[in-house]
């Protein structure tokens, strides 16, 4: 791969507990930040996730899943237990939520190289105490790093509603890239049309915003145009971590193209729509894969260039 910035993903890992109509209860390792930076990994890229994991089963599972794709896995060390969340899966797949997290966040030693692409998103920017630490970091990697951002709405975790709102347009007026779906943007604000709303935080900051909608496809917001692409056709298995693997396969797409780092910052900014089309061609076949098959598991590089160059969605 000619060009592997360093990229690090602050934010939680929860083990998702996945219950489904008439079959056993089945624990896989989840959180929004934590799936991305897999994700990312197995399409080697160079990644680092600083987050809190519990001395406990359930971290011993996740921090062994991470590490099989080469993540590089830095802790708090604050021993909290691993955070869990209930999957309620419907005859389609579909996925609802159940969350038994905390989110405390404490001092990390990164050493190393220094990150070109910082991501974030979820339950660790909108849940206290953590979320004013992963804030303030960001505004001090800025300077030196691109920004993403996923708020990953889940409404049982994000607490007064307006407050919700402001620490969201926070991180969006941070951030280069942010990614949304339409329910997160509906939840957010329920009196405007999901598009509005993504055109309207791509004139707070961002250089970019991504609308998924699901089965419908996504859409990538420049000033002054739009790009949309569909979604591949998929059996579904069940949509845990689609919207992760949409935002590792954009973030793989832009890094090819040399679009993340403070240097790329420019180049970003001045996007064109052909480019985007293929980042965003990128993100869907990546989700596609991964609602193909049962829990967060994205694709590989060689399972995404083969749906890239039309192949079959691989199941398993």
Same mark, same amino acid.
């Given at each position: ?13 929860? +083990?998702?507990?996945?219950?489904? @109509? ?5 624990? =896989? ?6 799936? *991305? ?6 399409l080697g890229r160079r &990644? ?8 406990? @089963? ?11 794709? %080469? ?13 869990? +969340? ?9 996925? &609802? ?8 966040? %404490? ?9 070109? =692409?910082? =991501?974030? %998103? ?13 804030? #303030?970091? *960001? ?8 920004? !993403? ?10 607490? #007064? ?20 779906? #339409? ?13 509005? +709303? ?5 004139? !707070? ?42 935002? !590792? ?7 090819s193209y040399g679009l ?37 598991? @994205? ?12 192949? !079959?969605? @691989?199941?398993?």
């Open positions: 791969m000619p060009d592997s910035p360093a990229l690090l993903v602050i934010g939680e890992c929860v +083990a998702d507990i996945v219950r489904r @109509p008439g079959a056993p209860d089945r624990t =896989h390792p989840g959180g929004s930040p934590a799936n *991305v930076a897999y994700g990312l990994a197995r &990644t680092t996730l600083v987050t809190q994991l519990g001395p406990d @089963p359930d971290g011993r599972l996740i921090e062994e899943h991470l590490a099989s794709a %080469g993540v590089r896995v830095l802790t708090d060390g604050s021993g909290a237990p691993t955070p869990t +969340a209930t999957v309620g899966l419907d005859d389609e797949g579909r996925a &609802t939520y159940g969350f038994e997290i905390t989110w405390t966040l %404490g001092p990390v030693e990164r050493g190393g190289e220094p990150p070109r =692409h910082v =991501h974030t %998103g979820s339950v660790a920017t909108a849940l206290d105490p953590g979320a004013g630490t992963v804030l #303030d970091l *960001v505004r001090s990697l800025r300077e030196r790093a691109t920004v !993403s951002y996923d708020p990953n709405v889940r409404p049982a975790l994000m607490g #007064d509603h307006a407050r919700a709102v402001r620490r969201a347009e926070r991180f969006v007026a941070l951030s280069d890239v942010v990614k949304a779906s #339409d329910e997160d943007l509906r939840w957010l604000y329920p009196q405007e049309a999901p598009q509005e +709303a993504a055109e309207r935080w791509l004139r !707070s900051g961002p250089a970019v915003v991504l609308l998924t909608e699901g089965a419908a496809g996504a859409t990538a917001f420049l000033p002054g145009s739009a790009v949309s692409t569909g979604a591949p056709p998929v059996r579904i298995a069940d949509t845990v971590g689609a919207g992760d693997a949409f935002m !590792s396969g954009a973030l793989h797409a832009l890094a993340l780092g403070a240097e790329g910052r420019a180049r970003l900014r001045s996007l064109d729509t052909t480019v985007l089309g293929d980042v965003l061609r990128h993100a869907v076949a990546s989700a596609a894969v991964t609602v193909a098959r049962a829990g967060a598991l @994205p694709p590989d590089l060689e399972e995404l260039d083969a749906v890239l160059a039309g192949g !079959s969605v @691989p199941e398993r």
